[in-house]
């Protein structure tokens, strides 16, 4: 088609509805589309939340007095895991990364995310992982140490069953979506913003999912790598927390809240960015202190690093160490008062709000959420914390942060955007008495939960003695608990009767200033017919005439090309548009990789070790058959992107988002491996049963041969891409590459292998893992030399076309330096063995 012709708004709309909306039936299952996976996150996040919900009510039902006996001590073990572990992990996370994908396209004027088909995935990681703790639960057998999982409780000493297993291979499957979704949400805010917008001119939710995002990257891999380790020492007795064997509980506790006191902001972070958009629209004033806020929560996100002994006070760490950390909690209150004082500001400043149920519910979090930061600060102060440590006091705090500070603002969200994602509003005839009823039911259940802390009762106990006189209190917070439960309902009754009945809403109902407001609603498949300049800050946009603009075909790629779904990469800082970026369409391969991936999950759950290596060959073979048609054949013109404007595509460009996605992949995959170094140390310092009785003794030359084959590989992918930059031939380079990747897989699988009785003392075990780490990345850099091959045989490289090498190059280099360091941690942790001083009781 000619692409200088007046843009045909009618065509335009069912020509680009061809190429992005998914068919009905069967076909849904292959959509990639970021609205339709941003409905389906939230659809399941609320479905777990009731379900996470009703096992709250049997808990309530449990301790309501002394003398009800309603379940046994070992169903009430599962009900308060599952609980935590479903809220946690299968609702705040997943209600966020779905909230982050329908909006994050609309509000920084692009067609879609970055990576559809790595969101898809991610959703059957999520779908897959939480269904298999769900039915574990159904049939008896779910997890029952506790949603933190603490050693020695949930060894296999204590908990031989299969319990614990599901907990810790189902949340690591469950967390491959978290990972997927940060690396997702960082390319497409830094890469896929409209022309014009840059940094600055972000809207300030962009900060906010941004930050969080970074946050996951780095606060994840903490708790994947803890999992792995508790299921090694399950499966396999490596004794990393067996404190008769050179382990230590304590390192469990580490691992675990490097990542739990982040995650408390990671909840909160998205729900603050949805409070800082709404609250501007009520009060119809732009936000004040932009600045401010954003440079409060860059300060959120790095004290939070920073407080994860916050929760272990009471372990015997030394005063020294309680003292940072006591007022390194207290500190955070700060950057969070500068967000609050922000929203009273920008309502002050203002003409009279705007009451409506948005501003119901951000009323509900002000006051739910400030008592919470209030007891936060009390439990913050060692004193006090030794004394309200494992208390109802701190269950009682964990809600008021977690359900005031994440719940309340998602359910204003839920009917501020609640009309773009129907089309229709609320007639507010159920809507209020659900608020009130959720309001004053949740203050009932857990305000009590403060005294019955201070009068002694620990948490997770599912008896206590009628003279402990806790009775009413508890009678009182079940029945308040029934309250909000009975709100809850109303809620969901009402968002039904809204979306069947609702009356039609205008485009922009609130009158708000964001871009997501300038589409017609509900959103058609591909967001914006044509793409926006922005000229000023995101927020104060006109999206009443700047849609009917964009509709018209006046913005950037206002036409349908190659059956081509495309939207804009633009540069990081400036917003300047720098390549024309071809997303892929929609596909059935993401189920297909979520199926195999939820196999090979089983597999190990059920100890099928080696069917496990048949099936991860096939997860592996499954991933990179995504590649299968994308990026092109032959080396292309410049683009027309509208306006005058020719870019590349972007597999022709230095820097498209898959490259800057490898970078992160490997910032988290550097994060996990600084985790398990940290966790090598800290037993070797603190762990009892130490020095070991043998110490590992590498061979300096094996590990220097080893050594010279990782280096080789990242030196052959390096001339591999000069090769093809020199429009000469790659295949030799790729071909050492493969060879000298695998020679190091082989050496570091014998040096792995050469460890004498990994399951005699921590210190062994810590090496072999360590070994085994750098041979798995070796074995990676083997299967991206292959890849490579392929690609080349496939007609897919030339010198504008090295992208596939040049992402393999990042990870041939990373490779090289973990291997180095690999092998000098091995040395290092064998001097310090030998060199230990005396038995540690």
């Known amino acids: 088609m000619s692409l200088d012709r007046k843009p045909d708004p009618i065509r335009l709309h069912k020509e680009l509805t061809a190429i992005w909306e998914t068919p009905p039936g069967w076909a849904r299952l292959s959509a990639v589309n970021h609205t339709t996976l941003g409905k389906r996150f939230i659809i399941t996040a609320f479905v777990f939340f009731a379900i996470g919900g009703l096992l709250a009510m049997l808990i309530r039902v449990q301790i309501a007095t002394s003398s009800t006996a309603f379940v046994s001590p070992e169903l009430y073990g599962q009900f308060f895991t599952m609980h935590g572990t479903v809220m946690m992990f299968l609702f705040a996370i997943p209600m966020f990364e779905g909230f982050a994908m ?17 969101s ?37 000493t204590y908990s031989p069953g299969i319990n614990n297993d599901i907990w810790l291979l189902g949340i690591t499957f469950v967390e491959i979506s978290a990972l997927s979704a940060a690396i997702e949400i960082i390319v497409s805010i830094l890469r896929l913003r409209a022309p014009g917008m840059s940094l600055e001119r972000m809207p300030i939710m962009a900060w906010y999912l941004l930050i969080t995002a970074m946050m996951m990257l780095f606060g994840f891999p903490p708790l994947i790598l803890g999992s792995i380790l508790l299921e090694l020492e399950r499966a396999f007795d490596l004794p990393f927390f067996d404190p008769t064997r050179g382990g230590d509980s304590l390192l469990w506790q580490h691992l675990f809240w490097l990542f739990g006191h982040p995650e408390v902001y990671i909840i909160f972070l998205p729900a603050a960015g949805a409070i800082s958009m709404m609250i501007p629209t009520f009060a119809r004033h732009e936000l004040v202190g932009y600045t401010a806020i954003v440079v409060a929560v860059v300060a959120v996100a790095f004290l939070s690093f920073g407080l994860w002994v916050h929760h272990m006070f009471t372990v015997g760490i030394p005063h020294l160490a ?11 209150a700060i950057p969070t008062g500068v967000q609050i004082f922000a929203w009273i500001a920008t309502l002050a400043q203002g003409r009279r709000p705007r009451w409506d149920v948005p501003m119901l519910y951000l009323g509900g979090f002000l006051f739910i959420f400030v008592l919470g930061g209030l007891t936060g600060v009390m439990v913050a102060m060692v004193p006090f914390n030794w004394q ?19 719940v309340f603002p998602m359910m204003a969200a839920t009917y501020y955007w609640l009309p773009h994602f129907t089309g229709r509003v609320s007639d507010h005839k159920i809507s209020i008495p659900a608020f009130w009823l959720i309001f004053g039911g949740f203050n009932l259940t857990f305000f009590l939960m403060h005294l019955t802390g201070l009068r002694g009762m620990p948490r997770r106990i599912d008896a206590y003695p009628a003279e402990a006189g806790w009775d009413w209190l508890n009678l009182i917070s079940s029945i308040g608990g029934f309250v909000m439960a009975a709100g809850f309902a109303l809620f969901v009754v009402d968002l039904v009767l809204q979306v069947r009945f609702g009356t039609a809403a205008p485009r922009n109902p609130w009158g708000a200033r964001t871009a997501e407001w300038a589409m017609p609603t509900p959103p058609p498949a591909y967001a914006f017919a044509s793409l926006p300049q922005v000229q000023d800050r995101a927020d104060r946009l006109d999206p009443n ?38 997303l892929p369409n929609r596909t059935y391969k993401p189920l297909i990789s979520g199926v195999l991936t939820c196999a090979f999950v089983l597999c190990l759950l059920f100890k099928f070790y080696w069917a496990s290596l048949l099936v991860l060959a096939l997860v592996v073979g499954s991933l990179l058959g995504w590649a299968s048609g994308m990026g092109s054949r032959r080396d292309c013109a410049l683009l027309e992107a509208g306006r005058g404007l020719v870019l590349p595509p972007h597999w022709q460009t230095e820097r498209p988002p898959s490259w800057w996605a490898m970078v992160l992949v490997c910032a988290a995959d550097a994060t996990l491996f600084a985790s398990l170094l940290f966790g090598g140390l800290f037993l070797w310092l603190v762990a009892p049963a130490w020095p070991p009785p043998l110490v590992a003794q590498p061979s300096l030359t094996i590990a220097l041969f080893a050594a010279m084959m990782v280096i080789g590989a990242s030196l052959s992918g390096r001339l591999a891409v000069s090769a093809l930059r020199q429009k000469r031939s790659a295949i ?38 360590v070994l085994i780490y750098a041979a798995i990345h070796a074995g990676i850099g083997v299967i991206l030399a292959l890849h490579g091959l392929w690609r080349w045989h496939g007609g897919y490289l030339s010198a504008l076309r090295s992208l596939d090498l040049r992402i393999a190059q990042l990870w041939h ?8 360091i690999s092998l000098l941690a091995t040395f290092l942790f064998a001097f310090l063995a030998s060199h230990a001083e005396g038995p540690r009781s």
């Open 388 to 406: 309200a440590h494992d208390t109802h006091f701190v269950v009682a705090h964990l809600h008021y942060v977690l359900v005031g500070g994440f």
């Open 545 to 582: 005439s700047l849609g009917t603009d964009l509709a018209a075909g006046k913005g950037y790629l206002p036409f349908a090309r190659n059956g081509w779904m495309e939207t804009l990469g633009v540069d990081m800082a400036t917003g300047k548009p720098g390549e024309v970026i071809v």
């Open 120 to 156: 898809a995935y991610g959703f059957w990681c999520y779908l897959f992982g939480g269904s298999i703790l769900i039915v574990a639960l159904l049939l008896g057998a779910a997890p029952d140490s506790g949603w933190f999982m603490y050693t020695p409780l949930s060894s296999s």
């Open 102 to 118: 329908y909006l994050l396209p609309k509000i920084l004027g692009a067609r879609d995310l970055a990576f559809p088909r790595l």
């Open 813 to 820: 280099y990373y490779a090289a330096v973990t291997a180095i």
């Open 322 to 332: 309680l003292a940072f950390f006591s007022a390194a909690s207290g500190l955070v």
């Open 732 to 769: 030799v380079m790729l071909r050492l590459a493969g060879v000298a990747q695998a020679a190091g897989f082989a050496t570091f699988l014998l040096m792995a292998l050469q460890v004498p009785d990994p399951t005699a003392h921590a210190h062994l075990a810590v090496i072999f893992v």
